[in-house]
């Protein structure tokens, strides 16, 4: 079960409308955002993702929805598009294959899996619907368990990897909801992986690898990695040698990845041991974004099997896994780390066409088509928005932003500024189109090469 939060057993601490004037391209300065491309910003306030989310038009909250509840605004939306395509095309190159399944599912779904035994506290009252009693699901892992089941596997088949963004919901009290951090609808980058046991530490190492590459395009830094053991008092599956079995295959996968890690009692899945990837705000507090996890359990629960080179069934491997999380928490902590200047690919507004006059209106109207047919999105900031100073820094957020003045309306060129400030001068509409399409293609933080 890869959490939003944390799984069951391990909780870690839990420690208006919108104001839609101030976004991205050419709305009203918020005033924040990095100076220079990639420098550390001062932690504060400044980089609250609930005030900058407000702000930017990101998202928002409304009472008559519900705490907990966040909507997704325009720009905000553009960002969780772009980060869910591009989950997805990682996961596809990887071979998953990605599935969608229903947010609901019988009680006794969950009594099977173990989720009813060991985290009914968590999840939704039941919904009567007749003789049956459904409940919100808490976790993806029961219904990817029942897709498996669903035909006869062979071994052939495996490892057979199965994705899906899907919907979750957690009962989370209010007092520890905030943002969209803590949230109790939440949108989980999960997949699980069913192979033989020979199998299993090569995918839980390649999973590992799909989040260190992911972590660099989205410009995250993973403070530790920490192996998440089961501690006294908690509750938990007993079986003694499952846990065993699971800790030994964990501990073999990173080692043979070289990566660093810490030991942390309390911490893990009610069902077994996980690999938690922590991140760090920049108000100095951790949590948990990525997991990757080995599971004897779930595959015993649900009965799965595959048939063997030998013609008998064998019982499958299930590793558990997410690359970036739930939505929420990831673009929150990317709003965080970024102050809202997102990389390129994934901004809002990638490019701002500024005429310094009227005059140059057409010219760069000319350049917003050509840069919205090649997939870039691009916005015109009149001069009836401003002076060219006040649009330049309204416009700071965007990476690009292209000033067009008679000189280059005449030549059909534009004189580029980078959002860190560095000017690479005057050049063709159709080459810095381009060169942009080029950054944004990269999927990577640098603004110009």
């Known amino acids: 079960m890869n959490d939003h939060h944390s799984a069951p057993g391990h909780r870690p601490d839990r420690g208006h409308h919108p104001d839609t004037g101030h976004a991205f391209g050419h709305r009203p300065d918020p005033g924040h955002g990095p100076e220079r491309d990639g420098e550390s910003p001062d932690p504060g306030q400044d980089r609250d993702h609930r005030r900058l989310g407000r702000a930017l038009g990101l998202f928002d909250t409304d009472p008559l929805i519900g705490a907990g509840l966040p909507y997704w605004l325009p720009d905000g939306a553009i960002v969780r598009h772009t980060l869910e395509e591009y989950v997805r095309e990682t996961e596809r190159a990887a071979g998953y294959r990605h599935v969608y399944s229903p947010v609901l599912g019988k009680r006794e779904l969950y009594e099977i899996s173990g989720h009813w035994a060991h985290y009914s506290e968590d999840m939704f009252p039941p919904m009567e619907l007749g003789a049956e009693e459904v409940v919100l699901r808490p976790s993806l892992c029961p219904h990817h368990a029942l897709i498996y089941r669903s035909r006869s596997r062979s071994y052939r088949e495996l490892p057979l990897r199965i994705a899906e963004l899907g919907g979750m919901y957690r009962s989370?009290?209010?007092?520890?909801?905030?943002?969209?951090?803590?949230?109790?609808?939440?949108?989980?980058?999960?997949?699980?992986?069913?192979?033989?046991?020979?199998?299993?530490?090569?995918?839980?190492?390649?999973?590992?690898?799909?989040?260190?590459?992911?972590?660099?395009?989205?410009?995250?830094?993973?403070?530790?990695?920490?192996?998440?053991?089961?501690?006294?008092?908690?509750?938990?599956?007993?079986?003694?040698?499952?846990?065993?079995?699971?800790?030994a295959l964990l501990r073999e996968v990173l080692a043979g990845a070289g990566v660093a890690y810490?030991?942390?009692?309390?911490?893990?899945?009610?069902?077994?041991?996980?690999?938690?990837?922590?991140?760090?705000?920049?108000?100095?507090?951790?949590?948990?974004?990525?997991?990757?996890?080995?599971?004897?359990?779930?595959?015993?629960?649900?009965?799965?099997?595959?048939?063997?080179?030998?013609?008998?069934?064998?019982?499958?491997?299930?590793?558990?896994?997410?690359?970036?999380?739930?939505?929420?928490?990831?673009?929150?902590?990317?709003?965080?780390?970024?102050?809202?200047?997102?990389?390129?690919?994934?901004?809002?507004?990638?490019?701002?066409?500024?005429?310094?006059?009227?005059?140059?209106?057409?010219?760069?109207?000319?350049?917003?088509?050509?840069?919205?047919?090649?997939?870039?999105?691009?916005?015109?900031?009149?001069?009836?928005?401003?002076?060219?100073?006040?649009?330049?820094?309204?416009a700071r957020l965007a990476p690009y932003q292209a000033v067009i003045g008679e000189r280059e309306a005449r030549?059909?060129?534009?004189?580029?500024?980078?959002?860190?400030?560095?000017?690479?001068?005057?050049?063709?509409?159709?080459?810095?189109?381009?060169?942009?399409?080029?950054?944004a293609a990269a999927r990577g933080t640098a603004l110009w090469e």
């Not at 939440?186 to 972590?215: K, M, P, S």
């Not at 030991?263 to 899945?269: F, I, K, N």
């Not at 507090?285 to 599971?295: G, N, P």
Request: neutral net charge; proline residues 5%; contains cysteine.
């Open 172 to 247: 989370e009290p209010s007092g520890v909801l905030g943002g969209l951090t803590r949230v109790r609808a939440i949108q989980l980058n999960d997949a699980h992986v069913f192979c033989t046991l020979e199998q299993a530490v090569d995918e839980a190492r390649a999973a590992l690898g799909l989040i260190a590459r992911a972590y660099a395009d989205l410009g995250i830094r993973a403070s530790r990695h920490r192996l998440s053991l089961p501690g006294e008092g908690g509750k938990y599956v007993a079986d003694p040698e499952l846990w065993r079995r699971a800790t």
């Open 262 to 394: 810490e030991e942390a009692e309390g911490e893990a899945a009610f069902y077994g041991p996980k690999i938690d990837v922590q991140i760090t705000d920049r108000a100095g507090r951790e949590a948990t974004l990525s997991t990757v996890q080995i599971d004897f359990h779930q595959p015993e629960r649900f009965d799965l099997h595959y048939v063997g080179a030998d013609g008998a069934r064998h019982r499958p491997v299930m590793v558990h896994r997410s690359v970036v999380g739930s939505v929420e928490r990831v673009v929150a902590h990317l709003i965080e780390e970024h102050g809202g200047a997102f990389p390129v690919w994934l901004a809002p507004v990638q490019l701002v066409v500024l005429p310094v006059s009227q005059a140059q209106r057409e010219a760069a109207a000319e350049l917003v088509g050509r840069a919205s047919a090649a997939g870039l999105r691009a916005e015109l900031a009149g001069p009836e928005q401003g002076s060219l100073g006040a649009r330049v820094r309204a």
């Open 411 to 439: 030549a059909e060129r534009a004189a580029l500024r980078l959002r860190d400030g560095r000017r690479p001068g005057e050049l063709p509409v159709g080459d810095l189109v381009g060169r942009i399409v080029e950054r």
